[in-house]
């Protein structure tokens, strides 16, 4: 089973592009669930199935959601149990940094004994609004985008070819290595990519004593 992470400000465009990440790989054959925080805003017709203790919704493509019920550990393993996904897709609250992510999913590897494939870590960042979420919430997003496996800028139906650029420029700034791609929640740019990154590659593997030395080294 695999779990793919997303992270990003909230209103970077997370769950809307999700939902079309998810009936993207529906359609390639992949059983998916998605976790997001908030289920309410997802707006879909939906069946409510409870099974070993999940409300698991199911959306247009027979895709299902669910919330975070007691621990990852536990929803991963109950969501495991219940449905056999092939891949879930994880949207956690937006201020979580993929540092924690990498440490959940490792944890949640650990304790439960399933065969876990942990797909890169895609920060997704507002095209639109970046320079000035940057000036109020520079140090949270900065994290967000140099632990990231990749940076997928959002709402660029929204941005001109100067705007994304600078877009780009302010992201390389943070990390000059950053794996940039490109995406439209509302147009669907960057969903086929995105869809190859989260089925074949692995997100950097979380190691507690390495993580801790480079946190403390970047974060204090
Ligand atoms: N134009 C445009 N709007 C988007 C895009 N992605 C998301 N939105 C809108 O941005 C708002 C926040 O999106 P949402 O997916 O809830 O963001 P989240 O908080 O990161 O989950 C919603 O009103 C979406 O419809 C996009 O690529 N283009
Ligand atoms: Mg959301």
Excluded at 63 to 76: A, K, L, S
Excluded at 123 to 147: H, N, P, Y
Excluded at 148 to 153: F, G, P, Q, R, T
Aim: charged share 20%; aromatic share 4%; with cysteine.
């Amino acid at each position: 089973m695999r779990i793919a992470q997303v992270t990003g400000f909230l209103g970077s465009g997370k769950t809307s592009f999700l939902m079309k990440l998810a009936d993207e790989l529906t359609g390639r054959g992949y059983k998916v669930a998605v976790i997001v925080n908030d289920v309410g805003h997802i707006n879909v017709d939906q069946k409510i199935m409870g099974s070993h203790g999940l409300t698991v919704k199911e959306v247009a493509g027979g895709c299902i959601c669910c919330e975070v019920q007691g621990t990852f550990t536990t929803t991963i393993t109950n969501l495991h149990i219940s449905h056999r996904p092939d891949i879930v897709l994880v949207e956690p609250s937006g201020v979580a940094i993929p540092w924690g992510l990498k440490q959940a999913v490792a944890d949640a590897s650990k304790k439960s004994g399933l065969d876990i494939v942990h797909s890169p870590i895609v920060t997704f960042v507002d095209c639109v609004a970046l320079s000035e979420q940057l000036m109020f919430v520079g140090r949270l997003i900065s994290m967000q985008i140099r632990e990231a496996d990749a940076v997928m800028i959002n709402k660029t139906d929204l941005c001109t070819d100067d705007e994304i650029q600078e877009c780009e420029s302010m992201i390389r700034d943070i990390d000059p290595d950053a794996s940039v791609m490109y995406g439209s929640a509302a147009t669907g740019k960057g969903v086929t990519e995105l869809a190859d990154l989260m089925t074949s590659g692995a997100s950097s593997r979380y190691d507690e004593a390495m993580e801790k030395g480079t946190f403390k080294e970047q974060y204090g």
